[in-house]
C-alpha cells in the first residue's frame, strides 16, 4: 500500500509502516494538488495533521483511497461520515497528544500569571525599571481555581498538572461523571476524584484560569463568547488550545480591552494559518503556532499508534 503522510510522520512511525511491506511518501502535496497527486500516485492511505484538509470533493475524486488518518484528535479537517459512507476507514490518535497538550496549556497559565509573554518582546527596548513596576503584579498558580471546559483525555491530563501543582479544579461536561485523576508524586500516584459539572454559566464566577478542550461545534458556535464572559470574574486567564472558533475571537478583545480578562493564551485560531494581525499584536495576549502535540515524544506516540492502526487494516 502507498501511504500519503501529507502532514509528515515520525521516523518511527515511518519505520513500523515501512517495515510492514508498505510504502510512505512525505513530500507535501499542495491543497489544491491533492487529489491529483494521490491518483497519479496510487495513494492508497492519506495522513493529515491539521495543516491538510481532506473534504467530500476529495474522496470523490480519489476512489482509490481506502484509510484516512489523523495524527492527532480532532477531525474536522476531515468529511467523517461522508468518508464512512464510502466505505473508507477514517483512523485518529486520541490518546497519544494529551500529554503534550496539557504541558503547553502549564506553561501558558504559568507564562500568563507573570507576564513572560510580553515582558520578552519588551526587555531590549524598554527601560528596566519601567518595565519592573509593569509586571509587578503577577499572581501565583497555587490555590487558585481553574475551570477545565471538555473533560476528555486532555482536559484529565490537564488536571493532573493542575493539581500537581495545587490548584483547584472545576471540570465541566456535557455530562456529570465522577473521574478519578491520576496526580504522580514522585514514586507514588494519587487518586484526585473529580465530578464533572454542566452548569458552565454557573460556575464561570469561580474560576481563576480556564482552559478549553472541546472540539470545533457542529453549528460553529462559540463556546466562550460575550455571553460567557459577563459571568466570569474580572481578571481571568483563558487558554484555548482546542480549536479555533470555540472561543469568539471578537467578543475575547473586547473583554480584554474591558478589563474582564487580564490574559490569553491562544494555540489555535478561527482563520489558521493567517490569525488575526490584532490578536497577534495584544499585549494580553500570547500566541503560539497550533503546537499543542508538537513534541518528539508525542510525534513518536502518534506515529507509532498511526502504523499499528493501518497495519492493522491493510
Known sequence: MKILANDGISDLGKQ?????????????????????AVNEQGIEAILVRSATTVRKEVIDACPNVKIIGRG???????????????????????????????????????????FLHDSFKNMESRDFSTLKKNYAKGVELRGKTLGII??????????????????????????????????????????????????????????????????KQTDGSAVLGAKEFTHMKKGVFISNAARGGVVNESDLIEALNNGTIAGVAL????????????????????????????????????????????????
Open 16 to 36: 513500523l509502516i515501512e517495515a510492514a511491506g508498505h510504502i510512505v511518501i512525505t513530500e507535501k502535496v499542495a491543497q489544491d494538488q491533492l487529489a491529483a
Open 72 to 114: 492527532g484528535v480532532g477531525m474536522d479537517n476531515i468529511d467523517v461520515d461522508y468518508a464512512r459512507s464510502k466505505g473508507i476507514h477514517v483512523i485518529n490518535t486520541p490518546a497519544s497528544s494529551s500529554q503534550s497538550v496539557a504541558e503547553l496549556v502549564m506553561g501558558q497559565l504559568f507564562s500568563l500569571s507573570r
Open 150 to 215: 471538555g473533560f476528555g483525555r486532555i482536559g484529565q491530563s490537564l488536571a493532573s498538572y493542575a493539581l500537581g501543582v495545587g490548584m483547584k479544579v472545576i471540570a465541566i461536561d456535557n455530562k456529570s461523571q465522577a473521574v478519578e485523576i491520576k496526580v504522580t508524586v514522585g514514586n507514588q500516584d494519587v487518586y484526585v476524584p473529580i465530578t464533572t459539572q454542566t452548569d458552565l454559566h454557573g460556575l464561570l464566577g469561580e474560576m481563576d484560569y480556564i482552559s478549553i478542550h472541546v472540539p
Open 267 to 314: 494555540d489555535v485560531f478561527e482563520n489558521e494559518p493567517n490569525p488575526s494581525k490584532e490578536l497577534l499584536n495584544h499585549p494580553k495576549i500570547a500566541c503560539t503556532p497550533h503546537i499543542g502535540a508538537a513534541t518528539l515524544e508525542a510525534q513518536d506516540r502518534i506515529g507509532e499508534e498511526l502504523a499499528q492502526l493501518i497495519i492493522g487494516l491493510a
